[in-house]
């Protein structure tokens, strides 16, 4: 069944079993106005909230709510990484439900460690080193928040594991997605140095850093990072494109290094070129950037906002900043204010039944959306 049939498939399928959820999906797109960021915040975060709930498996965020098959088990990677965001969504709103339930959640992160130090997927249940590096945000933010001593435990071991596995290049080759090396590990290299510069351990910065340094050699003259894909063969998505700089902006917030910020800036600025008269960048690009999925990623376009916000406040540019704007106020346009399972959340793709998603609401998505808005307020996103 080739990429159309599937899509469609999957539309009729969330047509047939949520025709209520499935029309309401679709009339977000016709909402128009200034949008309450502040509310938007209160509802993305609300969704979360309904993502633990409902998780049946646990204290994490449920990986998704499926217009085809409902919610989902809980998801370790981004369960790590929602942690940080709600602490952030706390203290903004100065709302403690949000904290109670990050707490809630890395509790949960504790339970599930490897005797190793690693995390796993929750398909195969097999060692990733992507996971475990998202879940290392979650706890180096636990501990520097609560200064309890099991998050401090348990974050050495996961950078233990990490600097283990590591290839002698910089890279993770074992341990990683679909078993090759990716640029968007950048993020986990982030979270290693984090973690060092908390337990005082010197070799896991040295280790996060070799990894940025591989990352950056993978840079091709057009901007293009070499191994942002999930697999051979396939064009990156935007969502992964924006991971590598993402690990740049956090490495740079960490060690001040200029190096990093360049490599952020001039990443920006690539993209920044790329985008269409919305201001808007489309979901899959090849490595010569040509335009290969004309649809929208909706994870991908939240974290872009981020990423100019962070270079706005580095370089003082206006139009980052107004860019991240936009892409933000459309978000919050899309963001889902009916239906008990959906309202707070965001589709994964645009239009709904996309590539990348396909009548999915990602909590992920909902976590870069809230950075981004909170960015765009202002609020301190640590």
């Known amino acids: 069944m080739d990429m159309q049939a599937k899509q469609l498939t999957k539309l009729c399928l969330g047509i ?23 509310a938007s915040v209160r509802r993305g975060a609300d969704w979360l909230l309904k993502a633990q709930e409902n998780a049946p498996d646990g204290q994490g965020y449920s990986r998704r709510y499926s217009l085809i098959t409902g919610w989902d088990r809980c998801y370790i990677e981004t369960t790590g990484y929602i942690v940080p965001t709600l602490l952030n969504v706390s203290q903004y709103l100065g709302a403690t439900q949000y904290r109670e339930s990050a707490i809630r959640a890395a509790n949960w992160l504790l339970t599930v460690q490897t005797a190793e130090g690693a995390f796993t997927d929750i398909d195969a249940y097999t060692p990733q080193v ?24 348990a974050l050495i071991k996961a950078g ?18 679909n078993n090759r090396p990716h640029a968007y590990y950048s993020r986990v290299a982030a979270a ?35 191994f942002s894909e999930f697999k051979p063969g396939e064009d ?6 924006v991971y590598v700089l993402e690990g740049f902006s956090m490495a740079f917030d960490l060690t001040a290094g200029r190096r990093w910020a360049d490599m952020l800036i001039d990443g920006a600025e690539v993209l920044a070129r790329l985008s269409n008269e919305d201001g808007f960048l489309y979901s899959q690009y090849d490595p010569e950037w040509g335009t290969t999925n004309m649809e929208y990623c909706v994870t991908g376009l939240a974290q872009y906002a981020g990423i100019c916000f962070d ?12 860019r991240g704007s936009r892409i933000v106020e459309n978000l919050c346009r899309w963001q889902q204010d009916k239906g008990r399972d959906i309202t707070g959340t965001l589709q994964s793709s645009v239009p709904l039944w996309g590539y990348y998603g396909g009548m999915e609401f990602f909590n992920w998505n909902i976590k870069f959306f809230l950075d981004a808005v909170l960015k765009n307020l202002g609020a301190p996103v640590k």
């Open 311 to 322: 270079v706005a406040n580095i370089v003082g540019d206006v139009g980052f900043r107004d």
């Open 192 to 226: 290693l140095i984090e973690a060092g510069q908390i337990a005082g351990i010197e070799e896991y910065v040295a280790a996060g850093t070799r990894n940025l340094e591989w990352v950056a050699a993978q840079r091709q003259a057009n901007g293009y990072f070499r």
């Open 160 to 177: 233990r594991w990490l600097t283990d596995v590591q290839e002698v290049d910089g890279s993770w080759v074992r341990f990683a997605y």
């Open 236 to 241: 990156a998505i935007l969502h992964t494109i």
């Open 130 to 153: 992507f996971d475990t590096g998202q879940v290392l945000l979650g706890f180096n933010r636990m501990f520097r928040d609560t200064r309890d001593e099991r998050f401090l435990s």
């Open 16 to 38: 047939l079993r949520h025709p209520f959820y499935t029309t309401l999906a679709f009339g977000s797109y016709s909402k128009t106005g200034m949008p309450d960021l502040a």
